[in-house]
């Protein structure tokens, strides 16, 4: 896995307070009110009658949000953001699939209408009580969470504009403290957007750190995307 190092004292990496919502929302390329109303809930009115959106991640106690809040709130942008599921739906599904935490427990499939997951050998519309699925599926968002041998999400490949963006910056709670990396790398996509803009060319930068300029391209996206993000 490269330059990995135990920077945490053997404390779950995936469970340490790493982000404030304006960074993970920055990250996720959604509004910080949506996040904030993911993390705090949120009252609202309809036809003068009082609403209330309860949260659907619970953070640190600091506040913060983990890695794994981070991954949630990344398949909720998907579903809501890439797949326009309304958030109605993709609560009556959460709530027949039940359990702990099922937005990082669960592996999530979507066609954009229905929200699918394995049950029995069987692919199974949440939103429809279980119902059996027999559309083909589309994924390919939700397919950029990475795993490990356990189940447990490990890394993420966010993207900008497009879930079929190539996989070369990423997000693991390992490395430079779940800041956006190059992915299997501890260089912060922020250091390469900071000489780039202190006069260094995408050539020196590519030779410097032993990338292709498309690398150096994705990560200045990237580094500037989420300076404005800030």
């Known amino acids: 896995m490269g330059d990995v190092i135990d920077i945490h004292g053997g404390r779950e990496p995936r469970e340490l307070p790493l982000y404030s919502v304006a960074e993970a929302a920055g990250y996720l390329s959604i509004p910080m ?3 904030r109303s993911w993390v705090k809930g949120q009252r609202y009115t309809v036809h003068g009658k009082p609403r209330i959106f309860k949260a659907l991640l619970k953070p640190h106690r600091t506040g913060l949000l983990t890695f794994n809040n981070f991954v949630e709130a990344y398949v909720l942008a998907s579903l809501t953001r ?15 699939i039940g359990g702990n ?12 209408v229905g929200l699918f997951v394995e ?13 059996v699925a027999m559309r083909e599926v589309l994924e390919g968002s939700l397919r950029r969470v990475e795993r490990d041998g356990a189940g447990q999400p490990s890394r993420v490949y966010p993207w900008i504009v497009d879930p079929e963006e190539s996989k070369i910056v990423s997000i693991d709670p390992r490395r430079a403290f779940g800041r956006p990396t190059i992915a299997d790398r501890s260089l912060t996509v922020e250091v390469i957007a900071d000489r780039f803009k202190a006069g260094d060319s995408i050539h020196l930068l ?14 200045l996206r990237w580094g500037l995307h989420g300076a404005a993000a800030a």
């Open 82 to 96: 890439r797949f326009s599921l309304p958030m109605s739906r993709v609560r009556q599904g959460l709530d027949w």
């Open 119 to 131: 049950r029995s050998g069987k692919l199974v519309d949440a939103i429809k009580g279980g119902q």
């Open 206 to 219: 590519a030779k410097d750190y032993k990338l292709s300029r498309d690398q150096v391209e994705v990560a």
């Open 33 to 35: 009110s949506t996040l």
């Open 101 to 112: 935490r099922p937005l990082l427990t669960q592996l999530f499939q979507t066609d954009g």
